[in-house]
């Protein structure tokens, strides 16, 4: 199986700095079929971006994926205080389908 | 609107089985794959089986493999997961999810709000 590990484990920033979070791959993932979720606590994960770059339907363009092959990087341009929470990746080419082990951003 | 509603979970004795249901709406259930995904408390989203649009296609994540069983109901637009021989680590709670688009290769755009199952003595 595809093994995504992310980094880093948590991500301290001030509302307004730009976040960068990294995914790595251990194969490369077919087709850049990477997405990239948000979860809040006690709330189902949201669908931030997919085909590693493609804003999902109503996610703001502060947030921008990037990346192929076994590299990919979520970017968050300018932190809103609604933006501190949990960051998953997952890859959805190859069954089975697996997430990496996210990625925290919080307030510092 | 698209609407995805877990039932089922609880509290069950190690070795015991339970069965989740997740009942969709505001789409058309029988064109879509979907998939149940866990997190245990504190921890990932892990990835445990999919079914395909009419249910004669499956797989499963190797560490459910054997005990757990996916199927769908077009009829009634349900999903079920039967989850026998039941762990500790198997504690979690239960999201079942939806792809994007009626293709087979699509991330998970709609999400239920999640059911927990615990595994206790």
């Known amino acids: 199986e595809i093994v995504l590990t992310q980094s880093p484990d948590t991500l301290s920033l001030s509302p307004g700095e730009r976040a960068t979070l990294s995914c790595r ?3 490369s993932v077919t087709s850049s079929y990477l997405a990239w979720y948000q979860q809040k606590p006690g709330q189902a994960p949201r669908l931030l971006i997919y ?3 493609s804003r999902a339907t109503g996610i703001p363009d502060r947030f921008s994926g990037s990346g192929s092959g076994t590299d990919f990087t979520l970017t968050i341009s300018r932190l809103e205080p ?3 929470a949990l ?3 997952q890859q959805y080419g190859t069954s089975p389908w697996t997430f990496g082990q996210g990625t925290k951003v919080e307030i510092k | 609107e698209v609407q995805l509603v877990e039932s089922g979970g609880g509290l069950v004795q190690p070795g015991g089985s339970l069965r989740l249901s997740c009942a969709a709406s505001g789409f058309t259930f029988s064109t879509y794959w979907m998939h149940w995904v866990r ?6 989203l892990v990835w445990v089986s999919r079914i395909n649009t009419d249910g004669r296609s499956t797989s499963y994540a190797d560490y459910v493999k054997g005990r757990f069983t996916i199927s769908r109901d077009n009829a009634k637009n349900t999903m079920y997961l039967q989850m026998n ?14 792809g994007t688009s009626p293709s087979t290769t699509t991330p ?3 999400w239920g709000q999640g059911t927990l199952v615990t595994v206790s003595s």
């Open chain 2, 108 to 110: 998970f755009q709609h």
């Open chain 1, 51 to 53: 085909g590693a770059s």
């Open chain 1, 82 to 84: 609604e933006d501190f």
């Open chain 1, 25 to 27: 791959a251990s194969q």
């Open chain 1, 87 to 89: 960051y998953y990746c």
């Open chain 2, 85 to 98: 021989s039941l762990r500790a680590e198997d504690t979690a709670v239960y999201y079942c999810a939806r």
């Open chain 2, 39 to 44: 997190q245990a408390p504190g921890k990932g």
